[in-house]
């Protein structure tokens, strides 16, 4: 199974604990799953599941979290935030 990094922005490292974790994964909706289930944690689920994806620098999301990964990825983790 590919290496997938996930690099943890803003809310999402603070409630992760940490800014980057790797786990092996066939989809990204699988490496979301790993991770969510690694932290157990209320607060990290809110963060992930409010936040934009980044795959390789592509944004990502709906049917495109289930596709097959090729090979080694990275997937940014960016929880929404406010500025102007």
Do not use: K
Not at 18 to 41: F, K, W, Y
Not at 50 to 73: I, K, M, N, Q
Request: glycine share 10%.
């Amino acid at each position: 199974m590919p290496l997938v990094t996930m690099n943890f922005w803003a809310g999402a490292r603070a409630a992760a604990g940490t800014a980057t974790e790797a786990v092996e994964a066939g989809s990204v909706a699988e490496a979301l799953a790993l991770v969510l289930e690694q932290h157990a944690d209320a607060r990290f689920t809110r963060v992930v599941r409010a936040s934009s994806l980044l795959v390789d620098g592509v944004s990502a999301s709906g049917e495109a979290l289930g596709r097959p990964l090729a090979g080694a990825t990275t997937i940014e983790v960016l929880p929404p935030f406010a500025g102007g």
